[in-house]
């Protein structure tokens, strides 16, 4: 079993930046995509960014592409989410998540794709 930690949440000013950390502990992936989800009161979990472990193509959001970068750390098993320009549209549960990958699959967006999940960090942007 994998598990995942998020940290790194908080409340922000509207144009501030937050940074986002995923630590993973457990079974190791060998070939594997990590994520990052989002879900905010009455809406639905959306995707937000991704990446391939192995290869290193990632994939965004157009609602953040430009403003997030999705980030990894092999050697420490941690993934990262660079937050800049935040907008109070932003405010969200932000969540981390893995699934193994076979190679040349394509990296998902959908939330019920990913195996693994983290508990969720708040993040508030203030207006």
């Known amino acids: 079993q994998v598990q995942l930690v998020e940290s790194g949440g908080g409340l922000v000013q509207a144009g501030g930046s937050l940074r986002l950390s995923c630590a993973a502990s457990?079974?190791?992936?060998?070939?594997?995509?990590m994520a990052w989800f989002r879900q905010a009161p009455g809406k639905q979990r959306e995707f937000v960014a991704a990446?391939?472990?192995?290869?290193?193509?990632?994939k965004y959001a157009d609602s953040v592409m430009g403003r997030f970068t999705i980030s990894r750390d092999i050697g420490k098993n941690t993934v990262f989410l660079q937050m800049n320009s935040l907008k109070p549209e932003d405010t969200a549960v932000y969540y981390c998540a893995a699934v193994g990958l076979p190679p040349r699959a394509r990296l998902s967006t959908t939330a019920n794709e990913y195996h693994y999940w983290g508990q969720g960090t708040q993040v508030t942007v203030s207006s």
């Open positions: 990446k391939n472990w192995r290869d290193g193509i990632v």
């Open positions: 457990g079974r190791t992936l060998s070939y594997y995509a």
